[in-house]
């Protein structure tokens, strides 16, 4: 079993930054790909980034690309989605994932991924 634990979510005024961390325990993760996913009332939860914790590979959504930087410290089981130039339509609960097959595949939908921490809100003011 692996536990996902958020942090760093909260109220920040557009262009302006926040970096979210998501810490895992309960086993190894050679083969985990780590994925940053956000959700809005009433929708489904959308992909934002994935890492790869055994060679640091990323991949981003259209939509964050060139201002959201996802990133691991291995030796602390943490990933960080440092998020930069934020608008309001980046508002969400941003949720982190562990997807246990993810070094092998481009994992970028909700469903591929195994393991889900509790979510942290941000919210971006006009």
């Known amino acids: 079993q692996v536990q996902l634990v958020e942090s760093g979510g909260g109220l920040v005024q557009a262009g302006g930054s926040l970096r979210l961390s998501c810490t895992a325990s309960g086993r190894t993760f050679s083969t985990y790909a780590m994925g940053w996913f956000r959700q809005v009332p009433g929708k489904e939860r959308d992909f934002v980034a994935r890492?790869?914790?055994?060679?640091?590979?990323?991949y981003y959504a259209g939509s964050v690309k060139g201002r959201f930087t996802v990133s691991r410290d291995n030796a602390k089981n943490t990933v960080y989605l440092q998020m930069n130039s934020l608008k309001p339509e980046d508002t969400a609960v941003y949720y982190c994932?562990?997807?246990?097959?993810?070094?092998?595949?481009?994992?970028?939908?909700?469903?591929?991924?195994?393991?889900w921490g509790q979510g942290t809100q941000v919210t971006v003011s006009s």
């Open positions: 994932a562990a997807d246990r097959t993810g070094a092998w595949r481009m994992s970028v939908t909700a469903t591929e991924y195994d393991y």
């Open positions: 890492i790869t914790w055994s060679d640091g590979n990323t």
